[in-house]
T-cell receptor, first 111, second 114 residues
């Protein structure tokens, strides 16, 4: 298995633009997580899906952020409009049972 | 709610020194506990885990014991190497309903000097 695949690996965008981050979980996994990592706040859980259903989105910072999981093999995290303070590394993870596997992350820079 | 507190870094050690990174947690029920490692420019990788009280997780010379009485899961290694330089994250996961997410500590950066 190729592991959790995230795209793009790096994204640079201008303030106000829409940004879409993508994640392909490991086949057969039923839980998917989106995390944001910054120097100041560490690793924060944004949203968690179980069987494609959002279970806990309390970590989503504001309405500019939205996440979808239309099927078991794909999820997106969208930021619209983006702001410089959204600059971070965004990680996707998936699991079946208790051990989540992480993707390599998307480094987002909003200028 | 659930939370994880780990010692702040950075931690700088000489090669072959003994390592301890403290981690304590707050959780309802009986969570599983994890240590993840993040090497520069990479995603998080599971280092070790423990699923119940008194379990000891171990991998690559690292160990951590699930201590329910002290709500701790401290990471230890007897002799660190330069290649162990990374950021280490303690995490817990509870199960059932909205408790199924994985909660991380803020991470501890370890630098090992030759």
């Amino acid at each position: 298995d190729a592991g959790v695949i995230q795209s793009p690996r790096h994204e640079v965008t201008e303030m106000g633009q829409e940004v879409t981050l993508r994640c392909k979980p490991i086949s057969g996994h039923n839980s998917l997580f989106w995390y944001r990592q910054t120097m100041m706040r560490g690793l924060e859980l944004l949203i968690y899906f179980n069987n494609n259903v959002p279970i806990d989105d309390s970590g989503m910072p504001e309405d500019r952020f939205s996440a979808k999981m239309p099927n078991a093999s794909f999820s997106t995290l969208k930021i619209q409009p983006s702001e410089p303070r959204d600059s971070a590394v965004y990680f996707c993870a998936s699991s079946l049972g208790e051990r989540p596997f992480f993707g390599q992350g998307t480094r987002l820079t909003v200028v | 709610g659930n939370s994880v507190t780990q010692m702040e870094g950075p931690v700088t050690l000489s090669e072959e020194a003994f390592l301890t990174i403290n981690c304590t947690y707050t959780a309802t029920g009986y969570p599983s506990l994890f240590w993840y490692v993040q090497y520069p420019g990479e995603g998080l990788q599971l280092l070790l885990k423990a699923t119940k009280a008194d379990d000891k997780g171990s991998n690559k010379g690292f160990e951590a014991t699930y201590r329910k009485e002290t709500t701790s899961f401290h990471l230890e290694k007897g002799s660190v190497q330069v290649s162990d330089s990374a950021v280490y994250f303690c995490a817990l996961r509870n199960y059932g309903g909205s408790q199924g997410n994985l909660i991380f500590g803020k991470g501890t950066k370890l630098s090992v000097k030759p």
